[in-house]
């Protein structure tokens, strides 16, 4: 998991400060609206909404903004988009298995989104379960690193359900059963301990392992995917090292 997780979390703190700063907004609050609409606007009854607000604060996107999707997703506010959400499953260079979760109020916009992006970027498009089955959902919860070490975290959330801690350099993540992330991140608040993000996400089951050159095909066909203002999250089953990474990224 590392390879991936590591590169995702990299990628998600530049894009914080980069130009793609606005897309990423765009999409947490996309998802507060969905999750406010699925579970009502109380945040202490609605513990998806309460994470996705989480990550958009931590990410500095601005209040009025996350309260405004709150209202809308809720009904309080007009505008809401009527969202659903879409699995697309495919396959990239080197044989990597990608499953693309879209949200959308338009099906058909986001069908044609992906295949393009695929197909322009070396992947496959692949029938529905042919993929999926290589992963499993999974509640991850990304924290930094600050002072604590490896086994400071897994003390505290162990009991909690935490299955494995990983260290992605600059932060720890922790994976549980989706059913337990709750109860892992409240673990980490009643410990006084800061985390970035919790969500369930799909955890690969096996990896691809990629070199610089497959390691380059495969973040150019994610980066395009994720261009799409349909794609919330793309998931993929490669492994890179750091030693290829420090080359991709000089």
């Known amino acids: 998991m590392s390879g991936h997780s590591k590169w995702a979390t990299t990628k998600h703190k530049k ?7 606005g897309k990423l907004f765009a999409k947490m609050i996309k998802n507060i609206e969905v999750a406010a609409r699925t579970g009502g606007a109380d945040v202490s009854g609605n513990p998806t909404l309460f994470d996705a607000i989480q990550k958009a604060k931590k990410s500095s996107v601005p209040n009025k903004n996350i309260d405004s999707a709150v209202k809308r997703g809720a009904g309080l506010e007009a505008g ?8 697309y499953e495919g396959y990239g260079p080197n044989g990597v298995a990608v499953l693309i979760e879209c949200l959308t109020d338009n099906r058909n916009r986001a069908a044609s989104d992906v295949r393009v992006a695929m197909t322009r970027n070396g992947g496959n498009m692949a029938d529905p379960g042919s993929v999926s089955y ?11 690193k600050a002072e604590l070490s ?3 975290v897994l003390e505290t959330v162990l009991e909690a359900g935490a299955e494995e801690v990983n260290d992605l350099g600059e932060s720890f993540e922790i994976i549980s059963e989706a059913t337990d992330m709750v109860a892992v991140r409240t673990a980490l608040q009643e410990a ?5 993000s919790a969500e369930s996400n799909f955890v690969p089951t096996m990896q691809v392992e990629l070199d610089e050159e497959g390691a380059r095909k495969i973040f150019k066909l994610i980066d395009a995917l994720e261009d799409s203002d349909d794609v919330q999250n793309v998931f993929a089953n490669f492994d890179v090292s750091d030693e290829v990474m420090e080359k991709v990224d000089a």
């Open 15 to 21: 894009a914080v400060i980069d130009a793609k700063r």
């Open 192 to 196: 006084g301990i800061d985390y970035d």
């Open 80 to 87: 809401g988009a009527d969202y659903e959400t879409i699995m």
């Open 134 to 144: 290589l992963f499993n959902r999974k509640g991850v919860v990304v924290l930094p």
């Open 150 to 152: 490896e086994d400071d």
